[in-house]
């Protein structure tokens, strides 16, 4: 499943970086989010970084451990995390335009055991509701970014 989606922004790049790598208060500026851990490195989103995040997804709450793989200052990062037999993988892209930044976000989940490929066959069903709930965070910080 690959999950592409973007927004506009009206806040500059630096400011809008800051707020999607603060791990510090992502649960009060993501709706979604109930709880979150850093584990290891800095709260501000780096190579390195680890937490774990408990989320409502579907109506239920999960609870994911995840890290950074990718950091370009002010300009992208990439999160992975493993869970049921998936490999996920969620990267930011931060371009400056005139009115402000534009976000680029996708997200893959890639089965890597058997049972998680099989699943993937009925994961279609809900990769609306996926989509759905990943854009409902771009929203949630984009009213963070625009309220300061």
Partial sequence: MKIQ???NIDAD???VFEVFCDLENAAANIGAITELE???GPAQLNVGTRWRETRTMFGKEATEEMW?????QDASYVAEAESRGTHYRSEYRFTAERSG???DMTFEGIPISMGARAASIIGVLFAGAAKKALHQDLVDLKRVCESR
Wanted: glycine content about 6%; hydrophobic content about 40%; overall charge positive.
């Fill in 101 to 103: 930044t534009r976000v």
């Fill in 13 to 15: 790049r630096a400011r």
């Fill in 5 to 7: 989606d973007s927004i």
């Fill in 38 to 40: 850093v584990l290891a």
């Fill in 68 to 72: 950074v793989t990718g950091y370009e």
